[in-house]
């Protein structure tokens, strides 16, 4: 057990819709990423934040978006779904910003029928 | 570029066997870390080393080992004794310090373990 939770751990939703994972870091961790795993893409860096700023962006849509909250949690929206963001997605945290190792939680799966 | 390779799709061994699962990456930065991360069937990815681009010393724990190599830009990884857990996709990873600590994933490589 890493110590980062993420739910829901699956998700089923329609074509158009919207949805919202939610991630929370281990203790004490400052940072927290988002990546989605597909099987044409890899394991793909979407976006970091840090302290709820924003510290990185990576290939990440715009129908996308993330915040990081006061208590450093973590939301990763997903809107205007489409067939092919089916994935999984993996939040992951580490203690400060910079060349730490990363501990990931367990993902959610999300399909988009 | 960052760019992390890792040529072999799948592997597979018998129990006992040792294996190497090969990692390449490309870098302009000079202060980088490599890591490599294990995905059982679970799916959960686990968190096995990280190395920085200043220490070339090979790294022993238990069954894993690890060779990094400047020179030739790898990263190798080494399970001695394989056992039927060792079962799982092994990723490598780049963070390069002027992208922050984003990771580079490679394809991963798929290692079977047969008893």
Known sequence: DSGVTQTPKHLITATGQRVTLRCSPRSGDLSV???????DQGL????????????????????????????LHSELNLSSLELGDSALYFCASSPSGTFN????GPGTRLTVL | ????????????????EDV?????YETRDTTYYLFWYKQPPSGE?????????FDEQNEISGRYSW??????SSFNFTITASQVVDSAVYFCALSERRYGNKLVFGAGT???VKS
């Not at chain 1, 510290?55 to 715009?62: D, S, V």
Request: aromatic share 16%; glycine share 2%; proline share 1%.
């Open chain 1, 33 to 39: 990423y988002w990546y989605q795993q597909s099987l």
């Open chain 1, 44 to 71: 793909q860096f979407l976006i970091q934040y840090y302290n709820g700023e924003e510290r990185a962006k990576g290939n990440i849509l715009e129908r996308f978006s993330a915040q990081q909250f006061p208590d």
């Open chain 1, 101 to 104: 190792e990363q501990f990931f």
């Open chain 2, 1 to 16: 570029a960052q760019k992390v390779t890792q040529a072999q799709t799948e592997i597979s061994v018998v129990e006992k």
């Open chain 2, 20 to 24: 190497t699962l090969d990692c390449v």
């Open chain 2, 45 to 53: 990815l686990v968190f096995l080393i990280r190395r920085n681009s």
């Open chain 2, 67 to 72: 060779n990094f190599q400047k020179s030739t």
């Open chain 2, 110 to 112: 798929i290692l079977r």
